[in-house]
């Protein structure tokens, strides 16, 4: 397809579990953003990939969350020992070139449910 | 002060009405305005983005950007069902990676 893609759509696991999300970012874009969107609340930032730059980790909320980006293109967020207030909707976007011009495409997330 | 302030509504307006959408910011930096619509279950879309101050209109949608007053608006004319979304305001400066979010506007068009 063409837009984002994000797998699963939906991930229910129990506390203490590890889980990955993936993100396939639109062909072309080298900016990709994660955040995480809870009820009620904004988008809060996670973390961005430009190219082959350093990340930008400065939204990671604890040392249990962690993501990579392999080749420029696909990424995984990874969320180690899952607690309840971790349960969210993670939404992927990519841009252009990750230039403040260049508006974000989202993904339509994985809500992941922890019990 | 967050840096950007978004009414979460809801709102409720008959199908047909003028809807009008407002944000304000407090970073006079940002120059770069955007407009998504989420569907329930379903990722942000683009619907407007503009440049500095002035008004942007594409189909029933308009963008309005008043930098002096730090304030967004987005107007939907003949409102339909199918505009019933959330709708958040998102913005950046010149520089920098980094975009602000509202926290979203929810409306719902009765038929």
């Known amino acids: 397809g063409a837009g984002v893609s994000q797998s699963p759509s939906n991930k229910v696991t129990e506390k203490g579990k590890d889980v990955e999300l993936r993100c396939d970012p639109i062909?072309?874009?080298?900016?990709l953003y994660w955040y995480r969107q809870s009820l009620g609340q904004g988008l809060e930032f996670l973390i961005y990939?430009?190219?082959?730059?350093?990340?930008?980790k400065s939204g990671l909320p604890s040392d249990r969350f962690s993501a990579e980006r392999t080749g420029g293109s696909v990424s995984t967020l990874t969320i180690q020992r899952t607690q309840q207030e971790d349960s969210a909707v993670y939404l992927c976007?990519?841009?252009?070139?990750?230039?403040?011009?260049?508006?974000?495409?989202f993904g339509d997330g994985t809500r992941l449910s922890i019990l | 002060q967050k840096e950007v302030e978004q009414d979460p509504g809801p709102l409720s307006v008959p199908e047909g009405a003028i809807v009008s959408l407002n944000c304000t910011y407090s970073?006079?930096?940002?120059?770069?305005f955007m407009w998504y619509r989420q569907y329930s279950r379903k990722g942000p879309e683009l619907l407007m983005y503009?440049?500095?101050?002035g008004n942007k209109e594409d189909g029933r949608f308009t963008a309005q950007v008043d930098k002096s007053s730090k304030y967004i608006s987005l107007f939907i004319r003949d409102s339909q069902p199918s505009d019933s979304a959330t709708y958040l305001c998102?913005?950046?400066?010149?520089?920098?990676?980094?975009?602000?979010f509202g926290t979203g506007t929810s409306l719902t068009v009765i038929p």
């Open positions: 976007a990519s841009s252009l070139d990750g230039g403040s011009n260049q508006p974000q495409h």
């Open positions: 970073n006079s930096a940002f120059q770069y």
């Open positions: 998102a913005m950046s400066a010149f520089s920098g990676n980094q975009f602000y």
């Open positions: 990939f430009q190219g082959n730059s350093a990340p930008d």
């Open positions: 062909s072309g874009h080298t900016a």
């Open positions: 503009t440049y500095s101050s």
